[in-house]
């Protein structure tokens, strides 16, 4: 049975006296295991400060982005070592802003994978088509060459750490979100992409998460989805309760 993953993507919000108030309510609100793993993605400075605060919780410390070399001269990057010597276990790759924003291809993003699964962080890779895409009908094919080339020379076992993020461009931040049986649709598509294309043995096991616009009144009908087993959120967890009904919601 696959463990859902609620992951709060705060992007570029919270100072660290924000952050670890909020990493010390999530603790004292989820202070024994539960059904999903609970993740937080906090900005690069306060990531140590929100690891200090999770340590012996069933709570999980994120990255935003990562660098794919392990050390150099690359003003402003932050690489897997250092995520890990801040306290991380997860970092997400290719969120839809670092793709449009900031010109990332899905070979940059093969090689930050690569990286991460090297130094022991389970990466959260996102993939998605836009408006444009999918109102061209090519949203399968959009989606099948992120896979195919984000997850290009990824070994079998290797796959298995991995989580997928499905979030449609056009739904992010926008208010707008993909149907359930849309969502559901293109996970379902995912999965088989990863079982056929990758020849992955153990794609009924591979967790695939939704990303966009999620909140506590789609989060029920979006879990009930076969394919679906957890959710990246963006807005809706910059806010304490929003968050915590979120995980609730996921787990009955």
Known sequence: ??????????????????????????KKEF??????????????????????????????LSAQNMHWEEKGAYTGEVSATILVDAGCEFVIIGHSERRTL???TDGMLNKKIHSALKSGLRPIFCIGETLEERESGITFRIIQKQIKEGLNNIISDDIRRIALAYEPIWAIGTGKTATPLQAQEVHRFIRKTIATDLEHAHASETVIIYGGSVNPENTGSLMN??????????????????FADIIKISET
Request: charged residues 20%.
């Open 1 to 26: 049975m696959i463990r859902p993953i609620i992951v709060a993507n705060w992007k570029m919000h919270k100072t660290i006296p924000e952050a670890v108030e909020f990493a010390k309510q999530l």
């Open 31 to 60: 202070s024994e295991p539960g059904d999903v793993d609970i993740v937080i993605a906090p900005p690069f400075t306060a990531l140590r400060p929100v690891a200090d605060v999770l340590r012996d919780s069933p709570l999980h």
């Open 102 to 104: 900031f010109g990332e």
């Open 225 to 242: 989805q076969p394919d679906i087993n957890g959710a990246l959120v963006g807005g809706a967890s910059l806010d304490f309760e929003s």
